[in-house]
């Protein structure tokens, strides 16, 4: 072994499913300025709920986490909740959507779009 190594941890990750529809999405948009918002409300059956949307503009207090071609963008109150989190894409009889894997979520409800930490 060779001297220190360092590790740099990734605040969140993107799955390959879920970057190469976020490239689909913002191709048809025409604006590759766009990143997909991920973001936590109050609200939903236990506790929070995910929230994403489009942002073509970053706030002083976004994090922006850049994976090659596609970014996601997440404000500072929603980082705390997310971080160590994927975000997932997939298709399927209940329709499509983009979903949250999160480490730090204790409880989740049965459609996974809310959780309590």
């Known amino acids: 072994m060779s001297g220190v190594q360092s590790f740099a941890p990734t605040p969140m990750m993107l799955s390959d499913t879920a970057r190469k529809r976020l490239l689909a999405l913002i191709e048809e948009e025409g604006n590759p300025e766009l990143k997909l918002r991920v973001y936590v409300t109050g609200g939903g059956c236990s ?21 090659g071609d596609a970014s ?15 975000v997932n894409y997939e298709e399927g009889l209940a329709g499509a959507r983009f979903l949250i ?5 204790t409880t989740t409800c049965g459609c996974g779009s809310s959780f309590m930490v």
């Open 101 to 105: 894997s999160n480490p730090n979520a």
């Open 72 to 86: 996601l963008v997440v404000d500072e109150l929603s980082y705390q909740y997310l971080v160590g989190s994927t």
């Open 47 to 67: 506790g929070f709920q995910y929230g994403f949307d489009f942002a073509d503009s970053v706030g002083e207090d976004d994090t922006v986490i850049e994976f």
